[in-house]
């Protein structure tokens, strides 16, 4: 990659074209290597995953403490610069990344050419501004910066967009920078891809921009091969996170009668792939109606509904995932996708329902969506409200509610959760006075609701029987807007099934709760579709603070909540009433939340489930070897990988050289000698020839190592050692001298 120029020596010379040119390099290489300040983007998210979880270790944790302050970027055209004051001198191992850049993407799903380029283009100025105020009395000319493909790791935006994107934003902040007088100038821009087949359709879409437009960039050379650089992804595709993201939204079909539902993919195994899907609305809104109505489960009417909703082709991407966040609309919000199943498989291992197998989160889509920042206070505080107390009989008593504010509280507050102090609890037939009261007392980050639901139009959950509902006006009177609000009411989240596949009336509308709390700024929203089983709600309630409390996920402490409780009763459809909007990533911010936080891990099983070839199976191999050896991930981390691949693919492509000569560098990555001696062995003695000399080479080296640690096999491994130091050694005669 290219080293970065030092404040006195930075691009001080003239710009060959005058205008808002850029030189584009573009670099196969592990970002923890470049040297230059590095622009990344922002999906809105409450985690950092990709290239920032990596960027924020190398800053020692300056990026993730910024997202716990709520001074992270996440809208579109917001940015944050993060400088890094360290000094590397043993020249070993990552550098030290001077500056980071970051950009905010708005939410993923929703992010178009023209917004990622908006949002380069600020974050350049504004690095450009600080470069400025750095040098007031000798001021920058130029100055060069690295990028990552921003946007690329999410639904949408492919690798080739995002270079033509970023290159874009870089032009068009040279134009503005060339009007203001002591802001230096981009001159050299550096495209950083860990993966070579990324980079390829960077550099690609680059060339063909650059022959339309010369005065635009310059591209130097081909693709500049770096450290860490891989070939390519063993699987199909590339994410940046761990959880799958599919879209369905309605799309207006040749009649009323027809409307289509469009699917966009962008998963592990899929990338951008877009179905048009239509149903008959009656026969839809009839199958909802009669799914939410009835307090028992009829996996039939769930199978006949994704039978009739999702085309035949993607279902083997949906019923694969073990993570789903689905992007759903007005029209699409009201079927009961937690209901839908796979046709049943009798030779599946696991019999789940699907919205439990893949911890399905929704998240809805807001074209008028602009968030409210009035974060939740720091604190842990929790307010719990049971069974308002109402005077009209079309609200009787629930001990039900009651009972399950009771016991949400008492789990909170066992040990190792929050103190008693933390906790607001209202349980007790409690009237709107006082509710109201402790709502807008303290700044909470959790609410939660159990009672009565009113689907009006300025409802919510029931505090009298003379209009007076606690909703999402009440809510947004708040000073701080709480993370996370459960509403367990029969009413509050559903939609009249009438609403369902039919075109979106303002005037009409009647926002549910749910979408009206997250329009207000709300980061999480659990609410009930239906009546629920009192039993199975309070189970429900109980597993998914448990899971929140150990430090969970929102989505996985949603899949917990939904596996407990329909293992604990499979006879009702509890489990799948609740509708969980937000964002999968967040996590509660208690003590004990932060203590256990830990790295995400896809399942092994998962993780390599595409592998479906030699040639994937060297790319994970390879994958392993560059970690190892550069220091990408612990040690035992990438050993359980090996074992499993060992495992699983050893007696099916283990005599295969390329392949054997992976495991042995997979293993020396790690300092597992006895294993790759072993894979080595195996690698140089294949049939078919295709391991590489450098295999012989190493393991010679290996022998001669294990022979001076030990007397035992000293001896014999010596004398192996000196035979292929010899093999190779007359090998390299022939070969030609390097010029």
Request: proline fraction near 5%; charge should be negative.
């Amino acid at each position: 990659m290219v080293p970065p120029e030092s404040s006195d020596t930075a691009f001080n010379g003239e710009n060959p074209s005058g205008t808002g040119r850029v030189e584009v390099i573009v670099g196969n290489a592990d970002l923890r290597f470049t040297e230059q300040t590095l622009l990344v983007g922002h999906y809105r998210s409450a985690m950092l995953t990709g290239a920032e979880a990596v960027i924020d270790g190398l800053l020692g944790g300056r990026m993730s403490r910024a997202m716990l302050a709520g001074v992270y970027p996440g809208a579109p055209g917001s940015h944050q610069v993060f400088r890094n004051p360290c000094d590397r001198e043993d020249g070993a191992g990552p550098v030290c990344l001077p500056t980071v850049v970051v950009a905010g993407l708005g939410d993923e799903g929703e992010l178009r050419a023209a917004d990622l380029v908006h949002s380069v283009r600020q974050a350049i100025l504004a690095y450009a501004q600080r470069l400025s105020e750095a040098h007031p009395d000798s001021p920058l000319l130029e100055f060069s910066m690295a990028a990552t493909l921003a946007g690329s790791g999410g639904s949408g935006i492919t690798a080739a967009s995002s270079a033509l994107a970023i290159v874009q934003a870089a032009h068009e902040a040279n134009s503005k920078l060339r009007l203001v007088e002591g802001w230096p100038r981009l001159r050299r821009l550096t495209l950083v891809e860990l993966y070579l087949e990324r980079a390829i359709e960077a550099w690609h879409a680059l060339h063909m921009q650059e022959l339309a437009d010369r005065n635009m960039l310059t591209l130097v050379g081909k693709i500049h091969a770096g450290p860490g650089g891989l070939r390519r992804l063993p699987d199909t595709s590339y994410r940046g996170t761990s959880y799958d993201f599919i879209s369905a939204l309605q799309f207006a079909g040749p009649a009323a009668k027809y409307p289509g539902i469009a699917y966009t993919l962008d998963t592990r195994r899929a990338r951008a792939e877009v179905h048009a899907h239509r149903a008959q609305a009656t026969l839809v809104r009839e199958l909802v109606a009669k799914a939410s109505n009835e307090p028992a489960t009829n996996p039939e009417i769930g199978r006949t509904l994704f039978n009739l909703l999702i085309p035949v082709e993607m279902e083997p991407f949906l019923g694969g995932s073990s993570e789903l966040v689905m992007e759903l609309d007005r029209a699409t919000a009201g079927i009961p996708w937690e209901l839908l199943d796979t046709n049943a498989d009798v030779d599946a291992a696991d019999k789940r329902p699907w919205s439990i197998r893949s911890k399905l989160v929704r998240k809805l889509q807001l074209n008028d969506f602009r968030p409210i920042l009035r974060p939740a206070g720091l604190g842990d505080k929790v307010l719990i409200i049971g069974d308002p107390k109402t005077s009209s009989p079309a609200y009787p008593p629930l001990p039900g509610a009651k009972r399950e504010a009771l016991t949400v509280a008492e789990q909170l507050t066992r040990s190792g959760g929050i103190h008693r102090n933390q906790v607001t609890l209202r349980a007790d037939q409690n009237d709107a006075n006082a509710i109201l009261i402790a709502l807008l007392k303290d700044p909470y980050q959790i609410v939660h609701v159990a009672g009565h639901g009113e689907p009006d139009e300025h409802g919510g959950v029931v505090l009298s029987g003379d209009g007076a509902f606690l909703g999402a006006s009440e809510i947004n009177a708040m000073r701080n807007i709480p993370d996370l609000v459960f509403l367990n009411c029969c009413h509050s989240a559903g939609r009249d099934a009438s609403a369902v596949l039919v075109p979106y009336d303002r005037a009409q509308f009647a926002a549910n709760i749910a979408e009206a709390l997250i329009r207000i700024g709300v980061r999480c929203v659990v609410a009930a579709g239906w009546a629920v089983n009192d039993n199975a709600a309070e189970r429900f309630a109980t597993e998914f603070y448990v899971a929140l409390l150990n430090g969970s996920r929102f989505i996985e402490a949603v899949g917990q909540a939904r596996a407990a409780t329909w293992t604990a009763y499979p006879g009702c459809n509890t489990w799948a009433a609740y509708q969980c909007y937000g964002d999968p990533d967040w996590r509660w911010r208690s003590a004990r939340a932060a203590d256990t936080a830990r790295r995400l891990a896809i399942p092994l099983s998962e993780e390599f489930s595409v592998i479906s070839s030699p040639v994937s199976l060297a790319m994970a191999l390879e994958t392993i070897a560059v970690q190892g050896t550069l220091g990408g991930k612990p040690h035992e981390v990438l050993l359980a990988k090996l074992e499993y691949l060992e495992t699983e693919f050893a007696s099916l492509w283990g005599d295969i050289g390329s392949i054997a000569d992976g495991f042995g560098r997979g293993y020396a990555s790690v300092r597992h000698a006895d294993k790759s001696i072993e894979w080595y062995r195996r690698a140089v003695c294949a049939a078919d020839g295709s391991a590489s000399m450098r295999a012989a080479g190493a393991l010679g080296n290996l022998l001669q190592a294990r022979a001076g640690a030990s007397s035992a096999a000293g001896e014999g491994d010596a004398a192996e050692a000196s035979g292929w130091t010899e093999r190779v050694a007359a090998l390299q005669q022939y070969c030609p001298a390097k010029s």
